[in-house]
């Protein structure tokens, strides 16, 4: 039963595509060589952007369709950021989206089913002429006229040719919807060697993202040392022999500079103590993520409004990365954003697949436009996330405000 309702919903596409579809591919392809012709007088940029959006919008589309139609697990297309940091980081990133085989297998998938399309609906038509000449024996004329036709054929053969047309008709649908399934199925599902792959690529990705991450944090702990705590230890040292040297002519001016690297000593513990909280946070392991958080927004200079609705906890991976995304987002509402106010939400959520995850947004309402820069504070926390199985996405247009959402799996 199950079959034949999928069977029956795969027709009724196939008739709303054969009847849409092409004409949808041909105004692209219009656009296209269109914006190619006027590319000399500029219009044809804004040509080919349109021919691209509508090439995305359709390969959205059909990879939708095919996820809802069979229940299949249709992979999304991977919206690649560009490296670039240059004026050709925008036309480089339309590369890397267009250049995504998922986009050209959608977009190949829309077009073979509307050329089954474009067949079905002349088979459905027999169907349509079947049905009136199968029960044209039950009336009292002669002859029967053929639907949609003009011919006429005597009453006992009308039935014969009914059962014909239907069987010819409804064969050839059945045959194309099945075609339909397995060819769009083949183009936009990969199999257990491309699935595999694809997971043995992420995987890679995330050790790389890792191991990035490491050397940014390694690179960060080196500078604060080099620029902070270390001439301050080398300052105190110089204050301590200083002192030696007078001790015994000037007792008053020793103990001055022994006051001196004394109070200097409890500034470079603190920077200690923070440079260590940068590493391990321990009441994140005692307390959990919302203490942890609300004792990072305690103290912030500007005012942080946290909002933690958390009903499990995640692994220690897991909760660190969201930890450090929100403190570099707020660090850098701090320096960079002129921000007066800053929001934090974390959520723990159950994805459709099953997988618990844990969700964080920060916003700030400062001037914006804020960029991923390769070696920056973002790129390491991007590449951090991603060595969790998590993804950070930026939000900062010029004026404000600037949003930054972290999802990592809880497990991870």
């Known amino acids: 039963m199950q079959r034949t309702g999928t069977i029956l919903a795969t027709v009724a596409h196939l008739a709303l595509l054969g009847s849409l579809g092409l004409p949808i591919l041909t105004t692209i392809a219009v656009l296209t060589a269109s914006g190619i012709a006027t590319l000399v007088v500029l219009v044809g940029f804004l040509l080919l952007a349109l021919a691209m959006l509508a090439m995305l919008a359709v390969a959205w589309f059909e990879r939708e369709r095919i996820a809802g139609l069979y229940g299949a697990p249709v992979p999304a297309a991977v919206w690649r950021r560009s490296p670039r940091t240059d004026w050709l980081r925008v036309p480089h990133r339309l590369l890397r989206i267009v250049s995504d085989g998922q986009h050209w297998r959608a977009l190949l998938s829309f077009f073979l089913a509307s050329i089954f399309g474009a067949i079905t609906l002349p088979l459905l038509g027999l169907v349509g002429i079947g049905v009136p000449l199968a029960l044209a024996g039950l009336g009292a004329a002669e002859t029967v006229t053929v639907p949609l036709t003009s011919f006429a054929v005597p009453v006992e053969w009308a039935p014969l ?26 183009l936009l599902v990969p199999d257990d060697r491309e699935r595999l792959e694809q997971e043995a690529r992420e995987e890679r990705d995330r050790r790389h993202g890792a191991v990035r991450a490491a050397d940014l944090d390694r690179t960060r702990i080196e500078r604060d040392l080099h620029d902070g705590v270390q001439p301050r230890l080398v300052s105190i040292a110089m204050q301590l022999g200083m002192a030696r040297d007078r001790i015994e002519a000037d007792p008053e001016g020793a103990k001055a500079l022994i006051e001196e690297a004394h109070a200097s000593s ?45 009903d499990r906890r ?17 660090t850098n509402a701090q320096k960079h954003a002129r921000a007066s106010r800053i929001r934090v939400a974390i959520r723990t959520r159950q994805m459709q697949d099953g997988v618990a995850t844990l969700w964080a947004r920060i916003e700030d309402d400062g001037i914006g436009g804020a960029e991923r820069q390769i070696g920056g504070g973002i790129d390491g926390l991007a590449h951090r996330v991603a060595g969790v199985g998590g993804t950070l996405t930026l939000t900062s247009p010029a004026g404000g405000p600037t949003a930054i959402e972290v999802t990592v799996p809880c497990a991870s």
């Open 161 to 186: 040719l009914g059962i014909l047309a239907l069987a010819a008709g409804v064969a050839g649908t059945v045959g194309l919807a099945i075609a339909h399934r397995n060819v769009t199925l083949g």
């Open 266 to 310: 409890k500034s470079a513990v603190t920077e200690l103590r923070q440079l260590a909280r940068g590493i391990h946070v321990a009441v994140l392991d005692d307390r959990g993520l919302d203490a942890a958080i609300s004792a990072l927004a305690a103290r912030s200079p500007i005012p942080v409004e946290v909002d933690a609705r958390l």
């Open 314 to 330: 995640c692994s220690r991976d897991a909760e660190t990365a969201v930890y450090f995304a929100i403190a570099e987002a707020i």
